[in-house]
């Protein structure tokens, strides 16, 4: 397990700074960007190179090269979208390549994140080691170039990220180093770099937890994982085991575990910035190691990425290394409760009744409703700290595909402006997502039956339903907000900068959403 981690923690990529021109740079491949240019609505657009990352002045000492390709294959520079032309000897690399930045109105960072992983992919293709291209000193669209090369950056780490430890051969990528070319500003350019490489590394870590089986990544070797994190981070640490968290009265959580041969673990976490404290944040991570789905069996469909079902565990640990890093003027307590779901003679049975933390008592109606049990406790748990904001990550329902779709994340809560505040910042992480309402309508059936709540109700609005029972235990003298990833947490397909797998999304936006506290 420790080599698991020791090799896929990271990328190993290299950024380096030049002052020569792109014709003489030392690299395998220059880049440079286009435009795309259109006359109008009905114009396709025609790739325009820029004079100022050099593309002007190079396509002029190659004699217009560039511009004669660039005409003669119809290249129209749409976003991401490359052309790679061999020149013959004429510069010191061996190719340029020219990526399309899309229509100029539609730019944002997102874009360059895009390029980043075209660029990287690029690169593998042709088994370049290096690239190099020049930066842009002013700003460009009002984004200035910190946040472009930041954007940058995570897009050449995440698009460079792939996940094949269990293979007997791995094929090594060829591409690790990066040369900026510009002649000022250099430690903000590095400060970005650096930026970027936290977030790619907590996004690669949250990738990796989700992507390692489950045979061997235990609760128990998830909080070691958190610990030893804690420890390089000057975190809190607190674990608890089966019988500290027993004393904790945590019922619901342990009903979940009585049926793993693997003991439970609850790991809570805590950073608290060196001045002042602008908001006490809860951050809780629902950590089902696996999921069977209990006595209420899944279908084998269903199971195959049930390994994925810690991933909301996985962003918060993520989120909280990023945070101490950055050193964010916010406290932040991260709470994680680990366990897998499965099947033996003490497992819990439908109709089994179980006192929760806050003494509530709950029929269990679904064991495959397993999420929001653990969770209930746990957010009990982190009420006690007296966060003025508590957020919750959870890969918590099936019916978030039937709501949503793949692409965007569930979010539900009881306040408005914070809803508002997650929304902006997953928009402008291009992280999708979307504002369900926790509509009180849908409670029927939860107070129904010999106990306090049973865990599941009527409705066939299994998201909204599932947030409605978390809501039952965390009150109304917190702001909450709730995140179901049950569907973005995982991808079957590739898309942009994310193979198959692990996405690591909201891990960016919660570290927006909290660098805007």
């Given at each position: 397990?420790?080599?698991?981690?020791?090799?896929?923690?990271?990328?190993?990529?290299?950024?380096?700074?030049?002052?020569?021109?792109?014709?003489?740079?030392?690299?395998?491949?220059?880049?440079?960007?286009?435009?795309?240019?259109?006359?109008?609505?009905?114009?396709?657009?025609?790739?325009?190179?820029?004079?100022?990352?050099?593309?002007?002045?190079?396509?002029?000492?190659?004699?217009?090269?560039?511009?004669?390709?660039?005409?003669?294959?119809?290249?129209?520079?749409?976003?991401?979208?490359?052309?790679?032309?061999?020149?013959?000897?004429?510069?010191?690399?061996?190719?340029?390549?020219?990526?399309?930045?899309?229509?100029?109105?539609?730019?944002?960072?997102?874009?360059?994140?895009?390029?980043?992983?075209?660029?990287?992919?690029?690169?593998?293709?042709?088994?370049?080691?290096?690239?190099?291209?020049?930066?842009?000193?002013?700003?460009?669209?009002?984004?200035?170039?910190?946040?472009?090369?930041?954007?940058?950056?995570?897009?050449?780490?995440?698009?460079?990220?792939?996940?094949?430890?269990?293979?007997?051969?791995?094929?090594?990528?060829?591409?690790?180093?990066?040369?900026?070319?510009?002649?000022?500003?250099?430690?903000?350019?590095?400060?970005?770099?650096?930026?970027?490489?936290?977030?790619?590394?907590?996004?690669?870590?949250?990738?990796?937890?989700?992507?390692?089986?489950?045979?061997?990544?235990?609760?128990?070797?998830?909080?070691?994982?958190?610990?030893?994190?804690?420890?390089?981070?000057?975190?809190?640490?607190?674990?608890?085991?089966?019988?500290?968290?027993?004393?904790?009265?945590?019922?619901?959580?342990?009903?979940?575990?009585?049926?793993?041969?693997?003991?439970?673990?609850?790991?809570?976490?805590?950073?608290?910035?060196?001045?002042?404290?602008?908001?006490?944040?809860?951050?809780?991570?629902?950590?089902?190691?696996?999921?069977?789905?209990?006595?209420?069996?899944?279908?084998?469909?269903?199971?195959?990425?049930?390994?994925?079902?810690?991933?909301?565990?996985?962003?918060?640990?993520?989120?909280?290394?990023?945070?101490?890093?950055?050193?964010?003027?916010?406290?932040?307590?991260?709470?994680?409760?680990?366990?897998?779901?499965?099947?033996?003679?003490?497992?819990?049975?439908?109709?089994?009744?179980?006192?929760?933390?806050?003494?509530?008592t709950v029929e269990i109606i679904s064991i495959d409703a397993e999420g929001r049990l653990v969770l209930a406790d746990a957010i009990s748990y982190a009420l006690e700290r007296k966060?003025?904001?508590?957020?919750?990550?959870?890969?918590?329902?099936?019916?978030?595909?039937?709501?949503?779709?793949?692409?965007?994340?569930?979010?539900?809560?009881?306040?408005?402006?914070?809803?508002?505040?997650?929304?902006?910042?997953?928009?402008?992480?291009?992280?999708?997502?979307?504002?369900?309402?926790?509509?009180?309508?849908?409670?029927?059936?939860?107070?129904?039956?010999?106990?306090?709540?049973?865990?599941?109700?009527?409705?066939?609005?299994?998201?909204?339903?599932?947030?409605?029972?978390?809501?039952?235990?965390?009150?109304?003298?917190?702001?909450?907000?709730?995140?179901?990833?049950?569907?973005?947490?995982?991808?079957?397909?590739?898309?942009?900068?994310?193979?198959?797998?692990?996405?690591?999304?909201?891990?960016?936006?919660l570290v927006r959403l909290f660098s805007s506290f």
């Open positions: 397990m420790q080599s698991i981690f020791n090799t896929v923690y990271t990328i190993n990529m290299q950024f380096k700074f030049s002052d020569e021109p792109l014709e003489k740079v030392v690299a395998d491949l220059v880049v440079v960007l286009a435009w795309q240019r259109v006359k109008d609505k009905k114009d396709k657009g025609t790739a325009a190179l820029q004079k100022s990352d050099g593309g002007m002045a190079l396509d002029k000492y190659l004699g217009g090269l560039l511009s004669k390709i660039i005409k003669e294959e119809v290249f129209r520079g749409e976003t991401v979208t490359r052309k790679l032309i061999y020149t013959d000897g004429k510069t010191t690399a061996r190719a340029v390549l020219v990526v399309g930045l899309g229509k100029e109105a539609d730019f944002n960072p997102n874009v360059l994140r895009k390029v980043g992983a075209k660029i990287t992919e690029a690169a593998n293709e042709v088994k370049a080691r290096s690239i190099a291209g020049i930066i842009q000193p002013e700003s460009l669209k009002k984004f200035a170039p910190q946040a472009r090369i930041q954007a940058l950056v995570e897009g050449f780490l995440l698009g460079s990220y792939k996940f094949e430890q269990y293979k007997k051969e791995p094929e090594p990528d060829t591409f690790n180093e990066v040369v900026f070319i510009a002649k000022s500003g250099k430690d903000k350019i590095e400060g970005a770099i650096k930026r970027g490489s936290i977030i790619a590394d907590g996004v690669i870590l949250t990738r990796n937890l989700v992507n390692i089986p489950a045979r061997d990544l235990t609760p128990d070797i998830f909080a070691k994982k958190a610990r030893e994190i804690a420890t390089k981070q000057k975190l809190g640490c607190t674990i608890l085991n089966p019988k500290q968290i027993a004393d904790e009265k945590m019922g619901l959580f342990l009903a979940v575990a009585r049926g793993s041969e693997n003991e439970p673990r609850f790991v809570h976490l805590s950073y608290k910035p060196a001045g002042k404290v602008s908001c006490k944040i809860a951050l809780v991570g629902k950590g089902i190691t696996f999921d069977s789905g209990g006595y209420d069996l899944k279908p084998v469909r269903h199971m195959l990425t049930m390994k994925c079902d810690m991933a909301g565990a996985a962003t918060s640990l993520a989120v909280i290394k990023i945070v101490s890093e950055f050193k964010l003027p916010v406290a932040l307590d991260v709470y994680i409760p680990l366990t897998d779901n499965m099947i033996d003679a003490k497992a819990e049975v439908p109709g089994n009744i179980i006192k929760s933390r806050n003494g509530k966060p003025d904001v508590l957020i919750d990550v959870a890969t918590l329902t099936g019916g978030v595909l039937y709501a949503l779709g793949e692409i965007y994340t569930a979010a539900l809560g009881n306040d408005q402006k914070l809803i508002n505040k997650y929304l902006a910042a997953a928009k402008g992480e291009d992280e999708p997502a979307w504002q369900l309402p926790l509509a009180k309508e849908y409670k029927k059936g939860f107070t129904e039956g010999p106990a306090d709540l049973r865990n599941m109700g009527k409705t066939k609005a299994d998201t909204i339903a599932g947030a409605l029972f978390l809501e039952e235990f965390v009150g109304e003298d917190v702001k909450w907000l709730h995140l179901d990833t049950a569907e973005t947490a995982w991808a079957n397909e590739e898309r942009n900068f994310t193979p198959v797998g692990g996405t690591g999304t909201t891990v960016r936006t």
